[in-house]
């Protein structure tokens, strides 16, 4: 994945979504970033809602780091990722499409 871009748009959205490692026992979070005032992320995994873990990235606040536990839903990847601002208004989705590799 590449970094964040300092000058991305409002409601920039990048997520990668981790290939397989041939390794069942190591898991890894799938991870992103929202440039915006993204104050929850939230997805759909295993059939119910699940919420990201935030960083704010130190370069730039205005750029939000987000990963989801591994244990959120094994063997299921994160979807329908929406991202709200402290109000709880939905922000612009952006790029929600998970890259691979």
């Known amino acids: 994945m590449r970094p964040p871009d300092p000058a991305a748009p409002p409601g920039s959205t990048r997520w990668k979504q981790p290939p397989a490692s041939g390794a069942p026992a190591v898991a890894i979070p799938e991870f992103g970033y ?11 995994a295993g059939g119910r809602q699940v919420q990201a873990h935030l960083a704010r990235w130190s370069a730039n ?4 780091i987000f990963w ?3 244990s959120t839903s094994p063997g299921r990847a994160p979807h329908q990722l929406t991202a709200y601002s402290t ?3 939905k ?5 929600s499409a998970p890259g691979h590799g």
């Open 34 to 44: 929202y440039a915006g005032p993204a104050a929850t992320i939230t997805a759909r």
């Open 61 to 64: 606040p205005r750029i939000v």
């Open 68 to 70: 989801f536990s591994p």
């Open 87 to 89: 109000a709880g208004h």
């Open 91 to 95: 922000l612009p989705a952006g790029n």
